[in-house]
């Protein structure tokens, strides 16, 4: 029988778990939704994501042809939130609730952590803000010191469920140490982090890659979720990169478009990618590449604002009116932060629009952001832009796909399943079954639909970009130079 494998996903709102076998199928999925509440933004109970984890997994096992399949489930991996950080004691029980990622409390000692990191080191990931593992760290500790004088390890998200599955702790892996202050280039936690902040060198956990081997998942609880002795786990990985691994973007020169709620780009370089202006910051990849990326404020926000209660019907009628020869920016809040920096910026359109024009022009501005974030990576990079794998809820308009290909005059993959539990899965199949994650990818990862650039099209848009451009510094929001 085929191997199969895990994948966890311990989100914002619930949990996730998908069984997939060694090509890429999913057997079954199951979840289940967190109660949330007015302070689940800033923290959430560790010890209810893993009674969510548990029921997940119990309630997978009872699916039709799951049971046929356990004996060969070979490996477990876990992502969750970048960023979220959960103090333990030396029995590993939480000191205090996860700290969420988008928990801003910590505001202020991140302007301390990126001052004392651009003084002390200047090197690596040096702009934390309140969505930084570090900054909370510092603000905790600060905040509540009677509670840290029992502090024995920092944990990540994805980290605490690892150590629930197989008893070994003090393992983090690189995507998630990297906002914590991990040096992902010279492989270790700098001194300044325990020399120049109120942490200590030993709360730090060890740092392997994603999809690392650290243990087998303890007997009691494989015997009670009906899995094998001898399940593997391993190091986990943040959900952005998970989901990266998902869209099939795992070899230099290929990169991911993932575009929901923002645009998030990311992709793989050989070399590491510097941006003085923090633009693009670079995790490593488990293969000792790098996987730089940015997220944008421009996204697909303004469908749902705008346009959700007739989407086929627009998207038909986008079809028939490209190119608009219009020059719009669908932003909808005041400043943007990749591809270029501008605090100030905001969205513009032409009046007096249709809503079907409205709505394609919006979707061809999206996409010539889109362009000169690519064209700011390959310039930054000096690497070229292979590939672009597409993820998000804008990949469901074919219209948004025939316009992207043509402004990027590339093709555009859509993988099959880009989700974070199927990342998570490619992970835990990547050292447990196949030599790399590389070749876990090849193996499991499908693309479903390739979009090409329409000839009449790509010209059009050329043209298009220029203008789009061009309004852009005649606005202020870039510079004369090119991507300053």
């Known amino acids: 029988m085929k191997p199969y494998f895990l994948g966890l996903d311990i989100g914002t709102q619930g949990a996730r778990v ?23 933004r800033e923290e959430q109970s560790p010890e209810g994501w893993w009674e969510a984890c548990v029921a997940s997994i119990a309630s997978l096992m009872q699916q039709e042809g799951v049971r046929a399949a356990a004996p060969s489930i070979k490996a477990v991996a876990v992502t969750s939130t970048s960023g ?34 651009l003084q002390h080191h200047n090197k690596g990931f040096t702009s934390f803000n309140s969505s930084s593992g570090l900054a909370k760290m510092v603000w905790f500790v600060e905040t509540y010191p009677e509670k ?42 700098p001194e300044w982090l325990y020399t ?17 081997v650290i243990g087998s998942m303890r007997p009691e609880l494989a015997s009670s979720l009906g899995l094998p002795a001898a399940v593997a786990v391993t190091t986990g990985i943040t959900d952005g990169c998970a989901s990266q691994v998902a869209s099939g973007a795992i070899n230099p020169g290929e990169w991911n478009t993932t575009i929901g709620t923002t645009m998030v780009i990311k992709g793989v370089t050989r070399n590491e990618v510097i941006d003085p202006a923090g633009r693009i910051y670079s995790h490593r990849h488990p293969a000792g590449y790098w996987m730089p990326g940015g997220a944008s404020n421009t996204g697909a926000d303004w469908v749902t604002g705008e346009f959700e209660d007739a989407l086929a019907s627009l998207n038909q009628a986008a079809l028939h009116l490209l190119p608009t020869g219009l020059v719009a920016w669908p932003l909808r809040q005041e400043g943007e932060r990749f591809p270029f ?9 032409p009046e007096g629009l249709s809503r079907e024009l409205r709505y394609t022009a919006s979707m061809e501005g999206v996409a010539y952001i889109e362009r000169y974030a690519y064209e700011l990576i390959e310039q930054l990079s000096g690497e070229s832009v292979k590939a ?4 998000g809820g804008a990949s469901n308009s074919n219209a948004w796909l025939a316009i992207r290909a043509s402004v990027l005059n590339r093709p555009i993959h859509k993988a099959r399943h880009v989700t ?10 990547s050292t447990s079954c196949y030599d790399s994650v590389i070749t876990a990818v090849k193996r499991m990862v499908t693309i479903e639909q390739t979009v090409q650039p329409s000839r009449p099209l ?27």
């Open 388 to 391: 672009v794998f597409t993820a």
């Open 458 to 484: 790509v010209g059009a848009y050329e043209k298009g970009y220029r203008d789009f451009v061009n309004a852009l510094r005649d606005r202020g929001f870039i510079k004369e130079e090119t991507y300053a």
């Open 341 to 349: 920096i501008a605090p100030a910026a905001r969205g513009f359109a």
């Open 196 to 212: 120049q902040l109120p942490l200590k060198k030993e709360w730090l956990p060890g740092v392997l890659p994603s999809g690392a």
């Open 420 to 429: 974070g539990a199927m990342g998570a899965a490619i992970m835990a199949a």
């Open 84 to 117: 979220t950080v959960i103090p333990v004691d030396a029995d590993h029980r939480p000191l205090h609730d996860a700290l969420m990622y988008s928990d801003k409390r910590s505001a202020v000692q991140a302007v301390r952590c990126t001052e004392t990191a």
């Open 18 to 40: 998908a069984l997939v076998d060694a090509d890429g199928v999913i057997l079954a999925t199951a979840g289940k939704v967190f109660e949330l509440n007015e302070r689940s």
């Open 148 to 189: 840290a004088v029992n502090l024995h390890r920092w944990l990540h998200a994805a980290d605490y469920i690892t150590g629930r599955l197989c008893g070994v702790w003090g393992i983090t892996d690189y995507t998630n140490a990297f906002k914590s202050g991990y040096d992902i280039s010279d492989y270790c936690w």
